[in-house]
């Protein structure tokens, strides 16, 4: 089983504005976003990362770029693939608009309450169910991609915005999607998910600093010393990382 690591893209102008920038082009990191990607580029120094997945906006792409700046143990990053499945919600009407005013509409409260019913205004509107479907549905695709070409040890990237990160992380705990608001992701932060035979583990969530190496595959180990099957949550706890 692959691990995953989901990046939110770092900190981006639309951000600093309160603007839904949503698919609007020419939304680029501001200077803070540049310096996360840059640190989360260094973090990552010690992990080998098998696969680069990344959403078509610019604010995701810059961020790959600088995770990329760094060379890993083996030497420079695998090339970026885009997906366009990884791209943020399709906000509709509501792009480009300031936060504070969408707050007084009344599909706001359904968004933070009921997000699943909940499907964005316009004729480029998508409900947060969608998102999360295709979403779910490219993870998965790339991750069993990874694991058919690199091995089930390998360690691949996911740079995606935070809605749709939290859309991930709900359906890899197991929580209907009407309760992903309990969930954060920062930006340039590291969500880490498990996709095992018979369930996932997530790892870490909304992670924005201190040591990544953990992260990298353990030595291999002789099979007669796998007591407990890869899909098999540790009763007691486990020993955690190396």
């Not at 501001?30 to 989360?40: H, I, K, P």
Request: hydrophobic share 40%; net charge neutral.
């Amino acid at each position: 089983m692959p691990t995953l690591l989901l990046v939110r893209h770092g900190r981006s102008t639309a951000n600093t504005a309160g603007v839904l920038a949503g698919w609007t082009p020419g939304v680029h990191l501001d200077d803070t976003g540049r310096e996360q990607a840059a640190a989360l580029g260094r973090r990552l120094a010690p992990v080998p990362v098998a696969a680069l997945v990344v959403s078509p906006l610019e604010r995701c792409q810059e961020t790959a770029a600088g995770l990329s700046a760094v060379d890993g143990p083996s030497g420079p990053r695998p090339a970026p693939v885009t997906d366009e499945r990884l791209g943020e919600c399709k906000y509709g009407d509501w792009t480009g608009r300031e936060i504070r005013a969408l707050t007084k509409e009344p599909l706001w409260r359904t968004v933070q309450q009921h997000p699943s019913a909940a499907v964005f205004p316009g004729p480029e509107g998508e409900g947060l169910a969608q998102m999360q479907h295709r979403a779910v549905s490219a993870v998965r695709e790339h991750d069993a991609r990874v694991a058919a070409e690199h091995g089930e040890d390998a360690v691949w990237v996911a740079v995606s915005h935070g809605d749709v990160i939290k859309a991930v992380l709900a359906d890899a705990l197991g929580m209907h999607l009407d309760l992903f608001q309990r969930i954060s992701a920062d930006p340039c932060s590291v969500s880490v998910v498990r996709y095992a035979p018979l369930r996932p583990f997530v790892l870490r969530t909304n992670d924005t600093g201190g040591d990544l190496s953990s992260l990298a595959p353990p030595r291999r180990r002789r099979r007669a010393q796998r007591a407990v099957p890869t899909s098999d949550a540790v009763v007691g706890g486990g020993t955690g990382a190396a």
